[in-house]
């Protein structure tokens, strides 16, 4: 599984666009870039998955160049409720049948 | 999706017993993961519970300390033994449902070893 580099940690205002880049140099051609939000006291939630390009759901956007070693997730007007742990995962496409690894996330505070 | 209850909730046991996690999901799964997550820190692998065989063990976890059951596709355990107060810690557990590559976690079992 390749390993994944992220910002410990970012700071924000209420209503701007916040992007977290990760890199995953050693990325395989069968992995997928999957994103989870964590908030405390509470487990890991998926957010956004991607192959390459750009992938956008109600939630956010996720931004993959060409080489794929690297990705941004990208929050549209983030709020008070963004502030959460972030984590950019590499998962195997077939990963209904292998495990997940965790790195160290990026923990975003959003200040009003 | 999946939903995915996990038993108990928090708990403070004393040291030098044991303590057994349940984790429930609704929908059956194929395999079933445990996390431990300390404070302020990110989630580490435990074991991959395997229906109908042995679960499998990340490096710097045993089988004796970290015992897990799998009796079915929807129900897996997980048993802190011989607890001391390095064991406190938030224990998660997570499935993916069949062909899915999203998972899914439980809200986690906070544990204090008093």
């Known amino acids: 599984l390749a390993k994944t580099t992220q910002p410990i940690s970012m700071d924000s205002y209420e209503g701007q666009e916040v992007n977290i880049t990760c890199s995953h140099n050693n990325i395989a051609t069968n992995d997928y870039i999957t994103w989870y939000q964590q908030f405390p006291s509470q487990g890991p939630r998926f957010i956004i998955q991607?192959?390459?390009t750009k992938v956008t759901n109600e939630v956010a956007s996720l931004f993959i160049p060409a080489d794929r070693k690297s990705s941004t997730l990208s929050l549209p007007r983030v709020s008070l409720s963004d502030t959460a742990v972030y984590y950019c995962l590499v998962v195997s496409r077939y990963s209904s049948a292998s495990k997940i690894i965790f790195g160290s996330g990026t923990r975003l505070s959003i200040r009003p | 999706s999946a939903v995915i209850s996990q038993k108990p909730s928090r708990d403070i046991c004393q040291r030098g017993t044991s303590l057994t996690i349940q984790c429930q999901v609704d929908?059956?799964?194929?395999?079933m993961f445990w996390y431990r997550q300390q404070p302020g820190q990110s989630l580490t692998l435990i074991a991959t519970?395997?229906?109908?065989?042995?679960?499998?063990?990340e490096s710097g976890f045993v089988i004796d300390k970290f015992p897990i059951s799998r009796p079915n596709l929807t129900f897996s355990t997980l048993t802190v033994s011989n607890m001391s107060p390095e064991d406190s810690s938030i224990y998660l557990c997570s499935a993916h449902l069949q062909g899915a590559t999203e998972a899914f976690f439980g809200q986690g079992t906070r544990l204090t070893v008093v």
């Open positions: 929908s059956q799964v194929t395999m």
């Open positions: 991607g192959y390459k």
């Open positions: 519970a395997n229906q109908g065989s042995e679960a499998t063990y």
